[in-house]
């Protein structure tokens, strides 16, 4: 199963506002060149579009998935229970390390929206950056290997 990377939002500062942008260099490692908050573990933050939309029409209102603050948003390829896979977004490979829990920010943007992303994994997954490259809107996503421990 193949998708597509819809968007890429860089945000510069912590808790600080997301930039939208057409590409965007990768780091082993540490995640996108230039995106504030990096981890060990939680170096990118992806979110499924199709979730997204399913958890927004439960709500019954239009929210634009920029407000979920994630760096990457993709469709066709389903996050739930994608712990420990290998996501290869164009020439660069990611670890999915974990689900994301919505926080009450979900509320602020939509009231029920939280509750409604905390489904199948909705509220979409982070994951570790595993080689260096560029990204860009348009790029083909696909997994690149089995589940393995994560």
Not at 20 to 26: E, I, K, L, Q
Not at 65 to 71: D, F
């Amino acid at each position: 199963m193949t998708g597509r990377l819809e968007a890429i939002w860089i945000k510069r500062a912590h808790r600080g506002r997301m930039e939208p942008v057409s590409a965007a260099g990768v780091r082993a490692g540490f995640g996108l060149i230039g995106n504030a908050d990096e981890s060990s573990t939680r170096q990118v933050s992806i979110l499924d579009q199709d979730g997204w939309e399913a958890a927004v029409r439960e709500t019954g209102a239009a929210v634009d998935p920029i407000r979920r603050r994630a760096n990457l948003l993709v469709r066709g390829v389903a996050l739930a229970e994608a712990r420990g896979r290998t996501l290869r977004i164009g020439a660069c490979l990611f670890r999915i390390r974990g689900e994301l829990r919505p926080c009450e920010r979900m509320d602020e943007a939509q009231p029920g929206l939280r509750d409604a992303l905390k489904k199948h994994w909705r509220g979409g997954v982070f994951a570790q950056a595993l080689s260096d490259g560029e990204i860009a809107v348009g790029d083909e996503v696909a997994w690149g290997d089995d589940p393995v421990d994560a």
